[in-house]
T-cell receptor, first 109, second 112 residues
Framework: KNEVEQSPQNLTAQEGEFITINCSYS?????LHWLQQHPGGGIVSLFM???GKKKHGRLIATINIQEKHSSLHITASHPRDSAVYIC???????????FGTGTSLTVIP | DAGVTQSPTHLIKTRGQQVTLRCSPK?????VSWYQQALGQGPQFIFQ???????QRGNFPDRFSGHQFPNYSSELNVNALLLGDSALYLC???????????FGSGTRLTVV
């Protein structure tokens, strides 16, 4: 069983739709990260969360520490949001990250 | 302010060969972590270097080795390449191992 589980694996949306990607984890964490990876590989860090909620533009990330769950929301989705979104956690013990397998998002014009 | 720089961007090698990948951390960062990302999978932790020493290691065989130089840059070496080593290799840098985690764009390794 993976320490980090994401859903859905694939998501197709029409431009303008509200999108939610979910992440559950099974270990004690010091922080949870949402990452964006475009075709070709480069990863960009979107959010780092240890509690509550963060917002950046059309992106919103929330975390519930008690339930070991986080969500990434995209409002008014746009084709340029098409990418793989990866949830990663850094553990209380040690400095490495554990990654989910990612959610592949395609936004259709 | 340059981010994390990885070289080369793409590489094709033959089974059994050896390969060296390079990573220059973001300015101000002193820690380099290496990850392997197979197609359709999330990145898997290989190892982390801090103060020129391997501090943590994931579940990878000894064919995977690394080095960190005094200027904090790092190399990942893979010996006796297997077809299954084909992947995107990502480098991430940070400060004092955990702060300001920043990823590079990766090196795409294809083993034929």
């Amino acid at each position: 069983k993976n320490e980090v589980e994401q859903s859905p694996q694939n998501l197709t949306a029409q431009e303008g739709e509200f999108i939610t990607i979910n992440c559950s984890y099974s270990v004690g964490i010091s922080a949870l990260h949402w990452l964006q990876q475009h075709p070709g590989g480069g990863i960009v860090s979107l959010f780092m969360l240890s509690s509550g909620k963060k917002k950046h533009g059309r992106l919103i990330a929330t975390i519930n520490i008690q339930e070991k769950h986080s969500s990434l929301h995209i409002t008014a989705s746009h084709p340029r949001d098409s990418a793989v979104y990866i949830c990663a956690v850094s553990l209380n013990t040690g400095n490495q990250f554990y990654f989910g397998t990612g959610t592949s998002l395609t936004v259709i014009p | 302010d340059a981010g994390v720089t990885q070289s080369p961007t793409h590489l094709i090698k033959t089974r059994g060969q050896q390969v060296t990948l390079r990573c220059s951390p973001k300015s101000g960062h002193d820690t380099v972590s290496w990850y392997q990302q197979a197609l359709g999978q999330g990145p898997q932790f290989i190892f982390q270097y801090y103060e020129e020493e391997e501090r943590q290691r994931g579940n990878f065989p000894d064919r995977f080795s690394g080095h960190q130089f005094p200027n904090y840059s790092s190399e990942l070496n893979v010996n006796a390449l297997l077809l299954g080593d084909s992947a995107l290799y990502l480098c991430a840098s940070s400060w004092r191992t955990v702060y300001g985690y920043t990823f590079g764009s990766g090196t795409r390794l294809t083993v034929v």
